[in-house]
């Protein structure tokens, strides 16, 4: 009978002692004693006798796993009383077995070790009963004695270890099994209500027993490691029963252990009013030096001082914003959601349990972003109560004030009444490198300006609230502008995408983060902030953006397509110090109040608030972004990221704006400066004509081995209802498209049009917005060539020569009326200034 089919109690029965001693001493009143038998009788009649005697203590542990009341009696008392007649019934008496077993000691069943009591030995088991079962450890302690295996078994069966200390004495009721103490694993389900799932045994070595790979095991361990980072006291108690805005800080500042940073800085720049009238002519102007850090301070002339919108009653005290929660403790120690990793994959049990709990956190979080409006990430950032920008404030100066100016007032030497920038820095760093305390703080991110309203003034709403100056609204520097002013790409674009085209404002105390990222489409971004504690800033320049994206998918234990995910969801923030060890050169800059920061097109940047603090940010494209935009939507591809705006679109808008420059000096001789623009970015070496080269380029090879006969023009209106994108990697598709005759409203591009459906290949239509021939066309006209600008004019853009003719004509007789009445002003003017007897002849 196996083992495995009783209870694991069953085996941990304790010995009456009086019991064994009445046993022994019945034998010597009624049995010879042993060493009066010769060997043969012990050969013969040994075997028997422990067969039978092994069949009746299993039958014994099975009553006693079933006798829930006799907890507290020996063991041997569940025995009936007609079960003691049956073992004379062996030939040998009970007490003859006892005594040729163990000299009065009770036989060991299969399966367990021999015991030795005070004053009794149990011998080494002999006639091929092992000494210890497989799966069990030999016993030893004051009372006891595990005996050693014999046989040449080894002491420890394999995934067994020794325990140093094992008392044996009667079970009670609320017995407690206290294990190893040198054990200093965690356990790494920390929900209660299924902690009983996945019970630890310290004395056990599942490694041995376990089928998975060494992969698998590593897992484990850095799994283990990683809860040992994750399971940190609270440092910061939000909420209570009556309100859940307020906190209590118990963690404390600890300057002894900063975390001390040394980082090169980022330019800062101090333009003249000449030179700051035109923004994106002077981000044009720096950046040939500013591109080379990533990222650089602006610092606007003195005489503009814009006022801040955002201190209005109305928004200051009723607009309300739900913020997320950022634990700043594991913003580098993330424990991942699919924790699969390149360690090993989980085992199955516990890799649906997890799938099951991620897939109910994903879709409570989820839940609550769409009735909170948030736009919290789901790595960890879930949303928080609601504030409006006064409670929040008070909120971020109690929390920094808790954290932070007991230590001061504790330092008699101190005379400072508040911690410095590079004490906040230091302070951050260690919370993000070396956590003592689970940190929490809250950050209001990516509030639509349009909806939440913003700092800077705009024209539909300056005469409402404030009186400003015309030079404010229509700054170039104001973010509302920035993005569709003249020159910049963006201005093409047709919706007003949030972040994009429209500000967004973000609410910031201390410690709260924006983690590693960089700028959707990789756009330029522009940040200014409006008020509040100073912010701090890391860059890497674009050159070295996959330097960082290597050490990021090095340093994060997670699978490919979640590192990927965690690059773009700014929720991990590696520490400068472990990215320059990898060789990634960082820069930094401290922002203040009025200050601008500008990041350039593919620089990853991150960072952190040292109080309360409020920015607002946009993008702007100007037209020297259009490469880097077309790298960001190949990349949105392979990764199967959605775009927000149609690259393709925006280029072919440019192209067209150029050659309607083109067609303005060519034949209107138009030569203002937005004209000269175009046609100097329009050049034959020019970004715009190299641009649209390689997008044709790139198109040309799609479609070479493309049935022409299959394909047909894209109606106008395809993409007027917005973006249409590939089912499969939502690659835009506004320049071609492929879709099968048995679903004409799905979609894909021309690298995904086979995985369209299962039909044969004959079945696939292919949708073009322009030919090849068009395209190129397009191209020479945008370099200036004269004939493809009116070829393209009449094509395209529906400006025939009649109308040329007409406009040529209406210009004449413009300067004609004007010189005819100059004429009749000289005449007259000469008129009176002659002699009166003359006009009177």
Known sequence: MELEKYPRDAFHCHYDRAMVKGLVARR??????????????????SQP??????????????????????????????????????????????????????????????????????????????????????????????ETHVDGAVDGMPSNPPGFSSLTSFTLKRAQDDRVVT??????????????????????????????????????????????????????????????????????V???????????LVLDEAPVYYPSEEEF???????????????????????????WRRPCLLKRKNLWLNSKFSPCIQHVDKLQNHHSSKIKSNHGIMSTKREKFQKITDSISEIMLENNQLR???????????????????????????????????????????????????????????????PTEGIEVLCGADLDTSVFGSGFPEASTSSQYVRVQDQYVNSGWNLNNLARLPGSVLSLESKNVPGIIVPLLYVGMCFSSFCWHVEGHHLYSLKYLHLGAPKIWYGVPAKDASKLEDAMKKHLPYPLDEKLDLLHSRVTNLSPSLLRLEGVPIYRCVQNPGEFVLTFPRVYHSGFSCGFNCVEAVNVAPLDWLPYG?????????????????????????????????????????????????KNFSAFDGVLAKSLEARIEMERRRREYLCSSRSQKMDTNFNAEGTRECFMCHYDLHLSAAFCVCSPDRFACLFHAKNLCSCSWSMKRFLFLYEISELNVLLDAVRGKSSAVHRWGVFDMKLSVSSLVSEMKKQKLIIMTDEEGRGKDHEEAHSTLQPSSTRSI
């Open 179 to 248: 294990p190893d103490t040198s054990y200093k694993g965690r356990c790494s389900i920390l929900d209660e209500k299924h902690r009983s799932l996945f019970h630890h045994r310290p004395w056990l070595h599942y490694n041995e027993f376990n089928n998975s790979s060494d992969q698998e095991l590593g897992h484990k361990l850095y799994e283990q490691d990683l809860l040992s980072t994750t399971c940190l006291p609270k440092g910061v108690i939000r909420g209570c029963s009556i309100c859940k805005t307020c906190q209590e």
């Open 630 to 678: 077309q790298n960001a939507v190949e990349l949105y591809c392979e990764q199967r990221q959605r775009v927000s705006i149609s690259h393709d679109k925006l280029l072919l808008a440019a192209a067209r704006e150029a050659v309607r420059a083109q067609w303005n000096v060519l034949f209107l001789g138009e030569t203002n400066s937005e004209n000269t623009g175009w």
């Open 49 to 142: 006798a422990a067969e039978a005697i092994s069949a009746l203590w299993i039958d014994l542990f099975a009553k006693t796993s079933r006798s829930s009341s006799s907890k507290s009696r020996s063991p041997l008392s569940v025995i009936e009383t007609n079960s003691l007649p049956a073992l004379d019934l062996l030939g040998i008496g009970l007490g003859g077995q006892l005594d040729y077993v163990t000299d009065g000691i009770p036989p060991v069943p299969p399966g367990f070790p021999s015991l030795k009591f005070v004053g009794a030995l149990a011998d080494d088991a002999t006639d091929g009963i092992p000494p210890v079962p497989p799966g069990f450890s030999p016993l030893e302690s004051v």
């Open 277 to 303: 009238k035109d923004s994106l002519d002077y981000i044009a102007k720096i950046r040939p030096i500013a591109e080379k850090y990533g990222i650089c301070r602006i610092v606007p002339p003195s005489s």
């Open 250 to 260: 118990t963690a404390r500042w600890r300057p002894k252990e900063a975390c001390e």
């Open 28 to 45: 010597r009143r009624g049995k010879p004693s042993e060493a009066r038998r010769t060997s043969a009788e012990r050969k013969n009649r």
């Open 372 to 434: 909170d409006g948030n736009n919290c990430n789901k790595f960890g950032f879930e949303p928080g109560p609601d504030f409006t920008l006064e409670s929040f404030q008070k909120y971020a100066d109690d929390f920094k004030e808790q954290y932070f100016q007991k230590v001061i007032e504790l330092d008699l030497t101190s005379d400072k009444l508040e911690p410095l920038v590079q004490d906040i820095e230091g302070e951050y760093w260690r919370i993000v490198e070396r």
